[in-house]
């Protein structure tokens, strides 16, 4: 069995947000490959993880010391995203349980406004219907 993907609690609305559109090629590259992994395997096992992880590592916001220049904001992200979903950092479960469990708490009920409050992407996401 495969080792647990670190993620980004709010990493799991990017995933499912996603339509080919990052910060720079590369980015959307790995962000494409991460979401075919999961696509194909939904049942992989996640970690949630406030820190950077696999989608962190191509992005131009990705400091040194493998934090975020975005700072606090992000970290709210996650935080809200956990609170929503009754989760803690450092949880581990199948991917597919924790996609369905942000579809409930924040996609279906519309609540981008209050999880990604500064996200220079909330547009792309408020305006797509997520694959069922």
Known sequence: M????????????????F?????SEEFVREMARIVAMLEQNPRREITLFAGADQVCRSCPHKTADSGCDSGQKVLRFDERCLSLCGLRAGDT????????????????????REVCIGCQWIGICEGNEVKE
Do not use: D, M
């Open 2 to 17: 495969s080792a647990p993907i670190l993620l980004r609690p709010h990493h799991g609305l990017c995933i499912q947000n």
């Open 19 to 23: 339509r080919g559109k990052g910060y």
């Open 93 to 112: 479960l199948p991917w597919e349980e924790y996609r369905e469990l942000l579809r409930e708490a924040v996609i279906r009920p519309k609540r981008y």
